[in-house]
């Protein structure tokens, strides 16, 4: 999905109300959302990509997965049917992406990075999981109901910067080495 919008004073807005699944595979740029609008995008343009049913993103955990740019640029993970992400969240000049998991079934592998200049707005809840690859920003999590972020299964430490969070019941597992301090 692919969607470079360039036109001011205009609104574009996919929504997905079916099951969806995407692979990525191949050579080359390898990515399975891309939503983009440019630096200079008036506040009447939007560019909105959206999935309301379950959603399947099938790549490595070195692949983007959801990519947003450009202000007014937004990718809305509604969550409420499973969503099991492989791949990696980016955003940046304050493009968007709001990811809920929501049930047991939903999950995330791979890291989520708002570079500074994006938008990462997530919620866990009932059970769903987010294992962590590498260091993440994000800007809102709300984690409850025994959902649980997963830090890094590897011996390299993982970092999570979370501007705003909130939630009740949810679990951050961590792996530590006492001796060295990380």
């Known amino acids: 999905v692919y969607h470079s919008h360039k036109k001011q004073n205009n609104v574009t807005n996919t929504v997905f109300n079916n099951d969806t699944v995407i692979r990525i595979n191949g050579n080359g740029r390898k990515m399975a959302v891309y939503n983009e609008t440019p630096e200079n ?3 009447d343009s939007k560019s909105i990509i959206s999935f ?16 947003s740019t450009g202000k007014n640029a937004e990718i809305t993970v ?13 955003t940046s000049n304050k493009g968007k992406v ?5 049930n047991e079934n ?8 708002n ?11 009932n059970s769903s999981d987010w294992l ?6 994000i800007n809102d999590l709300d984690i409850s109901s025994g959902a649980k972020i997963q830090f890094s299964k590897t011996d390299i430490p993982a970092n999570l910067s979370i501007d705003n969070l909130k939630g009740n019941g949810g679990i951050f597992k961590m792996q530590g080495n006492v001796h060295t301090g990380e």
């Open 41 to 43: 995008t008036s506040d």
């Open 52 to 67: 309301n049913k379950k959603l399947a993103i099938n790549g490595a955990i070195s692949d983007p997965a959801l990519v």
């Open 78 to 90: 509604a969550g409420k049917d499973d969503v099991n992400i492989l791949g990696n969240i980016f």
């Open 98 to 102: 709001t990811l809920k998991l929501l």
């Open 106 to 113: 939903s999950y995330l592998v791979g890291r989520a990075e």
């Open 115 to 125: 570079n500074g200049t994006g938008i990462i707005d997530m919620k866990l809840a």
């Open 132 to 137: 962590m690859t590498i260091n993440s920003n």
